[in-house]
């Protein structure tokens, strides 16, 4: 079956540090990729998808490039801020019988202190 | 607009009780789809909802069950509680579905306590 696998956290950087969250996934045919974020005490938002291979997702600064040859789906910031700290997570559904089925890792807590 | 919204926020149960929550999707939106998260399993897909139907179901056992109305407002029920069941509960809506990369919108869940 689907499966999504994050870096192990938590992660504790300084602002203006660069952020890196690994995130790989198996799945069969060609997948949806996903970054999910969540605030305390909030649900989850979506931070930035791609739908294909080499796709480059973005959003306020944070970016991830669909690779397929690697399964890999890596989320990056330049320079972090405290206001980033949050529960991310990385999630796929997958062309054929997803439906409203997403697929998650099991997340990554980003704590960033000024 | 207005985002998914869920009901209650809070519930505190004992266990071999039975609970209902509640999910209103964002208006036009047909599909919701309901998991659970816990520190230890993270977040498990239950169940999705289209049309008042079924499409598809996570690996919980049938005490675990849901329903969508003609508005496309949902519930779902969990039967004879137990400890474990402890969790917040997510819903979220999309226009049809995750498939070919659509969004999908979460409300800020319900927290079930289980005693």
């Known amino acids: 079956g689907n499966s999504v696998t994050q870096m192990e956290g938590p992660v504790t950087l300084s602002e203006e540090a660069f952020l890196t969250i690994n995130c790989t996934y198996t799945?069969?045919?060609?997948?949806?990729l996903f970054w999910y974020v969540q605030y305390p005490g909030e649900g989850l938002q979506l931070l930035l998808k791609?739908?294909?291979?080499?796709d480059k997702g973005s959003n306020k600064g944070f970016e991830a490039t669909y690779r397929k040859e690697t399964t890999s789906f890596h989320l990056e910031k330049g320079s972090v801020q405290v206001s980033d700290s949050a529960v991310y997570f990385c999630?796929?559904?997958?062309?054929?019988?997803?439906?409203?089925?997403?697929?998650f890792g099991q997340g990554t807590i980003l704590t960033v202190h000024p | 607009k207005a985002g998914v919204t869920q009901t209650p926020r809070y519930l505190i149960k004992t266990r071999g009780q039975q609970v209902t929550l509640s999910c209103s999707p964002i208006?036009?939106?047909?599909?919701v789809s309901w998991y659970q998260q816990t520190p230890g399993q993270g977040l498990q897909f239950l169940f999705e909802?289209?049309?008042?139907?079924?499409?598809n179901k996570g690996n919980f056992p049938g005490r675990f069950s849901g329903r969508q109305f003609s508005n496309s407002r949902s519930e779902m029920n969990v039967s004879t509680l137990e400890l474990g069941d402890s969790a917040l509960y997510l819903c979220?809506?999309?226009?049809?579905?995750?498939?070919?990369?659509?969004?999908?919108?979460f409300g800020p869940g319900t927290r079930l306590t289980v005693l």
């Open positions: 979220a809506s999309s226009l049809q579905g995750v498939s070919q990369g659509n969004e999908q919108f």
């Open positions: 799945a069969t045919g060609y997948p949806s």
């Open positions: 791609a739908t294909k291979a080499d």
């Open positions: 999630a796929l559904s997958d062309g054929g019988t997803s439906y409203g089925k997403l697929t």
């Open positions: 208006s036009g939106h047909r599909s």
């Open positions: 909802y289209f049309s008042e139907t079924q499409r």
